[in-house]
Nanobody, 119 residues
Framework: QVQLVESGGGLVQPGGSLRLSCAASRSLFRLNAMGWYRQAPGNQRDVVAIITSDSRTNYTDSVKGRFTISRDNAKNTVYLQMNSLKPEDTAVYYC?????????????WGQGTQVGVSS
């Protein structure tokens, strides 16, 4: 079992920045991947950014060049630095972790943190 605790959401003006944090209850080296998803009202939950155990990253097109995902292995924490925020970035952001053990894949989710971008 992996517990994920998010923090850092809030309300900012367009063009502003926020940094989300996700603290995991397990060493990041034991997680095959971590990342962030988001869900806006009426929409499905979509991937924003993923970072693997060997620090490979992947981003959805709409955030490339604006968001950066990173990890601090000593703190078991993954971050999402969000710059140049736009109103369409408004959503609940969920931390995600994936553990693969042989043929079994387990996924874990945080409780979500609200990000609002509005003038």
């Amino acid at each position: 079992q992996v517990q994920l605790v998010e923090s850092g959401g809030g309300l900012v003006q367009p063009g502003g920045s926020l940094r989300l944090s996700c603290a995991a209850s397990r060493s990041l080296f034991r997680l095959n991947a971590m990342g962030w998803y988001r869900q806006a009202p009426g929409n499905q939950r979509d991937v924003v950014a993923i970072i693997t155990s060997d620090s490979r990253t992947n981003y959805t097109d709409s955030v490339k060049g604006r968001f950066t995902i990173s990890r601090d292995n000593a703190k078991n924490t993954v971050y999402l630095q969000m710059n140049s925020l736009k109103p369409e970035d408004t959503a609940v952001y969920y931390c995600y972790a994936r553990v693969v053990m042989g043929l079994v894949t387990r996924e874990y989710w945080g409780q979500g943190t609200q990000v609002g971008v509005s003038s």
